[in-house]
């Protein structure tokens, strides 16, 4: 079982388009998307979802207004102004609490509760490309990076038993706390960038993260042909990192016309961006 992590630095590199398309190819694939403060692989890959479940990620406070004193000591203490006074009465505001629980441990009353609270759901469904594992993290709710280690975990643990070859991460933009959860364990790194100022930059920090946790990074230059100098810089930049280049893919309106389909571009229609996603997936599958 192979672990492939597709990364892109920032958003709208064409990342998940490419993630769907490998592993439609793939054929023999678990699929992951991590990105679960904003998913968006299930709008190609219309899953169908046979497993739910809930995340709980951290605690939350609760007052209760019986045992409350009034004594405000919860409300100074809190560094995160989650404790309001609402009509003579102390409750928390739940989008604004970290779950510290420094105000239950000082408060002289024990009027104050910590309980889990739900940051979220992730589910286990059936696509046509193979199984997928994929959640979504509640509003202004934290943790996304012991979301992502939750099902990847689980994608894994479903490839063990159906002797998948392959599990297919489409991982978040970035390199915060969801993005190193998503490179755990990975045995490739791909970066899906662009020839732009940001692309450059954000594919910098990428190669750098990667090489940290010492998993092996090779890179797709998407829309190549928009700015062929900026796509000089970054085949120089990896030239010197002795990072492959798997492929060169042109613009190409087709993208958004399978995205508009629900299909991946290699399912939608031949063209030379099609070629290119093949030829990246053979060099990673080892065919």
Known sequence: MKEIVILSGKGGTGKTSICASFAVL????VIVDCDVDAADLHLVLKPNVMEEYEFTGGQIATIDPDKCLSCAICQKLCRYDSILL???????DELACEGCGVCAHFCPADAICMSDSINGHWFVSETRAGTMVHAKLGLAAENSGKLVALIKNKAKEIAKDTSAQFVIVDGPPGIGCP????LSGADQVVVVTEPSVSGIHDLERVMELAGHFKVPV???????DINEEKTNEIDNLVLAHGIPVLARIPY???FTKAQIAEMSVVEYRECLATEEIRKAWMQLSGQ
């Open 179 to 182: 993005v190193i959860s998503s």
């Open 252 to 254: 190409d309106p087709m």
């Open 218 to 224: 090779s890179i797709i230059i998407n829309k190549y």
């Open 26 to 29: 793939a054929e023999s694939a």
């Open 86 to 92: 609402d009509n003579e009465k102390y409750r928390v």
